[in-house]
């Protein structure tokens, strides 16, 4: 059984970091790119962070780099998402998902696993 579950996610004020991981199981993780996703109340879900199998191709959307840096341990089948100077506009549910290659991706189509979510709130 595929699972994937996030943690990580609590209320954080606006310039403050969080490190989110994503537990997966159930599939052989180092076969797969993987990606973070978010959706914030009202809007679509977006693309955060993508990572290739091997830790060497990674890309970041635009409001988010320099900012978020994401990461793999294959020896441990966990993802995470480092996130420092947090703003308002993070606030979301961010999921962790697997894609259908080993290579990293920016779009919801090419990943076939998904987690359920961590909620990450930034205010004061």
């Known amino acids: 059984q595929v699972q994937l579950v996030e943690s990580g996610g609590d209320l954080v004020q606006p310039g403050g970091s969080l490190r989110l991981s994503c537990a997966a199981s159930?599939?052989?993780?180092?076969?797969?790119?993987m990606g973070w996703f978010r959706q914030a109340p009202g809007k679509e879900r977006e693309f955060v962070a993508t990572i290739d199998w091997r830790s060497g191709g990674v890309s970041y959307a635009d409001s988010v780099k320099g900012r978020f840096t994401i990461s793999r341990d294959n020896a441990r089948n966990m993802l995470y998402l480092q996130m420092n100077s947090l703003k308002p506009d993070d606030t979301a549910v961010y999921c962790c998902?697997?894609?259908?290659?080993?290579?990293?991706?920016?779009?919801?189509?090419?990943?076939?696993?998904w987690g359920q979510g961590t909620q990450v709130t930034v205010s004061s």
């Open positions: 159930g599939f052989t993780f180092s076969n797969h790119g």
């Open positions: 998902a697997a894609a259908r290659t080993v290579y990293s991706r920016q779009s919801e189509v090419d990943y076939a696993y």
